[in-house]
């Protein structure tokens, strides 16, 4: 059964950081494109970032470029989101999903195979 289970969502200030990791069971995430995607209540699913299954090529929107880092550590199986300069508009329920497209650009939610059951990340003071 495949699965995958974010963690290291919570409670951070404005300015603050986590870092959220994504790990696979059942699925070998070397061989996959991952990519981050968060919920806002009432917003609608935003992609935020992907990885390519080498790490190479990293890929990120607007919104976080410069605030957030994807990387993976494929002996580990796992996927990571380091996020720094949190805002209170960074609030949302955080996921990730494995993806058998190449990643040459962030890549939209419909290429994506598996997903997790989400983690929250509240910012606030």
């Known amino acids: 059964q495949v699965q995958l289970v974010e963690s290291g969502g919570g409670l951070v200030q404005p300015g603050g950081s986590l870092r959220l990791s994504c790990a696979g069971s059942?699925?070998?995430?070397?061989?996959?494109?991952i990519g981050w995607f968060r919920q806002a209540p009432g917003k609608e699913r935003e992609d935020l970032s992907c990885i390519s299954n080498s790490g190479r090529g990293t890929y990120y929107v607007d919104s976080v470029e410069g605030r957030f880092t994807i990387s993976r550590d494929n002996a580990k199986n796992t996927v990571y989101l380091q996020m720094n300069s949190l805002k209170p508009e960074d609030t949302a329920v955080y996921y990730c999903?494995?993806?058998?497209?190449?990643?040459?650009?962030?890549?939209?939610?419909?290429?994506?195979?598996?997903w997790g059951q989400g983690t929250q990340v509240t910012v606030s003071s």
């Open positions: 999903a494995a993806s058998g497209a190449q990643a040459m650009r962030v890549i939209p939610s419909y290429e994506y195979d598996y």
């Open positions: 059942g699925i070998t995430l070397r061989h996959y494109t």
